[in-house]
């Protein structure tokens, strides 16, 4: 029974979260700032929530920073997501093999 009152509680958290900027923003947001602010924030928490699992994931610092930096140069040149994801994945279990 309880399985049901935490999935209604996340459901009504949900959209809140949804809801609530739509009733307090009626009209287009002027501020310069504000705008580039919220344009950021989604990157930002996708980052906070990425970067900590990145270096848990593998149970080992080095591996992680494999597999973190083919990732991150792979990006750099614009390669598709599959292919980084791939590399990276490969550069962690690779780097893994060998210390």
């Known amino acids: ?3 049901w009152i935490y999935i209604a ?3 009504g958290v949900t959209y809140l979260i949804r809801v ?6 009626r009209k287009k947001i002027r501020s310069q700032f504000l705008q580039s602010f919220l344009y950021y924030v989604p990157y930002a928490v996708l980052s906070a929530m990425t ?8 149970g080992n ?3 992680a920073l494999a597999g973190t930096a083919v990732a991150l140069a792979l990006a ?5 997501l599959i292919v980084v994801a791939l590399a990276a994945s490969a550069a962690a279990f690779l780097c893994g093999l060998v210390f």
Do not use: G, K, Q, R
Not at 51 to 58: E, K, L, Q, V, W
Not at 76 to 80: K, R, S, T
């Open 76 to 80: 750099y040149f614009d390669l598709p």
């Open 20 to 25: 609530i900027p739509f009733a307090v923003f």
């Open 9 to 11: 509680v996340m459901a």
């Open 1 to 3: 029974m309880s399985i």
């Open 51 to 58: 970067f900590p699992a990145i270096f848990y994931s593998t």
């Open 61 to 63: 610092t080095t591996t």
